[in-house]
């Protein structure tokens, strides 16, 4: 990767912007919603996902621009490919994942880079509430949507439990493209 890339894709906390307002790290709110964390406390259901790489940021890196996906999808979560899921049900397991997310959003050093190529995902559901919280740990970024979207500094330290868990349940892992 040249330079001039590594440079396009990383960038302070405080410059990023998303929809005309302004990101600024503050680590007192870079937490969970309420009711995100109402969610956890006992979810009716919990999925874990394997993502795959999004087709407008495949066009992006082969320099087409608007051009039709490069293949249909049929499973996504937005604009990501699911390569897998499975239903974690073992309470255990899911305070284990939910451990390694939360040590993660601790231990941000609030920068990211500007990739967003998510590998992992979490879909939790409780009565009639549900989130997804979409999780880069290559550009260090989660967003949290349940149904208005946020974004978090996350840590890449806890990839490694998120992918024992994938290998575990016998999902594939993404490959990282940049």
């Known amino acids: 990767m040249t330079v ?14 998303s929809a005309g307002s302004e990101y600024r790290f503050d680590p007192k709110k870079n ?14 259901s919990f999925v874990l996902l ?3 790489p999004d087709t407008e940021t495949q066009n992006w890196a ?15 979560l937005g604009r990501w490919e699911i390569l897998g899921s499975t239903a974690i049900t073992n309470r255990n397991e899911q305070q284990e994942l939910i451990s390694s997310l939360q040590k993660s ?3 941000s050093a609030g920068k990211r880079y500007a990739c967003f190529d998510p590998h992992h995902a979490l879909r939790m559901k409780r009565d009639d509430k549900s989130t997804d ?20 500094w996350i840590d890449h330290s806890q990839r490694t439990n998120f992918d024992a868990v994938l ?6 892992i993404a490959t990282n493209r940049f």
């Open 62 to 76: 082969a320099g087409i621009t608007n051009a039709p996906p490069i293949k249909p999808k049929p499973e996504m």
């Open 167 to 172: 290998i575990r349940h016998g999902l594939p």
């Open 31 to 44: 937490i969970l919603s309420k009711q995100t964390l109402w969610i956890i406390e006992k979810p009716d």
């Open 4 to 17: 001039i890339a590594i440079t396009a894709l990383l960038y302070s906390a405080d410059k990023t912007k």
């Open 133 to 152: 919280l979409i999780i880069c740990f290559q550009c260090v970024a989660m967003h949290e949507n349940n149904p208005r979207q946020r974004i978090l």
């Open 105 to 107: 959003l601790q231990l």
């Open 50 to 52: 394997s993502l795959g």
